[in-house]
């Protein structure tokens, strides 16, 4: 694993392995990203790739500068990352803190395709496909996901595309959180996807204060979770005091590394199917390498046919790995494990769990 220390601006870019082809992850922006955090989610984009048979390494970094900073700030980093894009060395996502728009300059170097930028109702289809692969992946391994109650903590861009396919699994949507807070459906009914995609594009993360249903802290989501519990807002959220009181069946992940260790131990003990992070979010790698992934070129390279492969490719996946005498999330781990050995002599140090 590598540092790259930024020379324009107080920042920094992780790449978790040497030669691999080529890099890519997530780089957020904020008055201070620990590295300890970038490491983490640079080892979860590593085993993606290996999962889905990429020989390329995750990334991951960060640029610490206060609001007032920003724009100079942003337009250091993409001056000197231009050259590293350019040559496929390392391609960054927006993360927290980091737009589309502000990478923007980057697009005409990235190989990748641009179709994982096109936005309906501003979600993007990489975001699209992640809240539309935790729930396939959810639905696999349960085998459906018909009639179950289905909660959403961190409902972002990708949650709201996780509840519209909730919506299509035939589930029941029990309750979205955001920061803003947790709103729980009314008695004997369940939260109207289409209302939580209308009312996040009118409102963003404040659109749970909009819905027909009780608002109250955002907290209480843990509470409301008794099934199946998609979580997604930040690293560590689900740690080992939250998985004490939870009694779900499944849980899926709308971002990377959400719970711990600890979290997971205590999970599996009480018979939950803990699903990799690394599974659930591998559809957006088929937005960006629909070729390579997909077998898709020119105008075979639709939304629909990549949700299609991507949807496919998951369901696949978790079926393979989620029997496992381990658990789901060690039984992926040793298949994306196996790949990795195809080209690296050592396997790196660590899987992809909070501490």
Known sequence: MGTRKLA???GFVIVDLDGALGSSGVMRLAPKILPSGAREMARSATYTFAAVGMRRSGASGGINTRPDGREGAVEAFVAECAPWVAAGEFLPDAGKGLNAADLAPLQSHDPRHPIRLSAVGGI????????????????AALDGLEGRRVVIEGCGPAGVSAAAAVAEQGAVL???????????????AGLDAAAIGEAWAAHGPSFVEHLDGACSAPGDVW???????LVGSKMGVLNHQVAAGLEVS???CLHPIPFTTRALVILQAAGSVVLADF?????????????????????????EAIETAATGAITNLVRETAGH?????????????SFLATWRDQLPFGRPLAA
């Open 8 to 10: 324009g601006t107080d």
């Open 124 to 139: 993007s289809l990489a975001e699209r496909l992640a809240g539309s692969g935790a729930v396939t992946a959810a639905a």
């Open 174 to 188: 029990a309750g979205v959180a955001t920061e803003k807070g947790f709103c729980g459906a009314p008695v004997g």
């Open 223 to 229: 509470a409301a979770a008794d099934d199946v519990l």
């Open 250 to 252: 499944a849980v899926a």
């Open 279 to 303: 599974l659930c979010l591998a559809g957006p790698l088929f937005a960006a390498w629909p070729r390579e992934l997909a077998g898709l070129d020119g105008d075979a390279v639709t939304p």
């Open 325 to 337: 005498s381990e658990g789901a999330f060690l039984g992926a781990c040793h298949h994306a494990e």
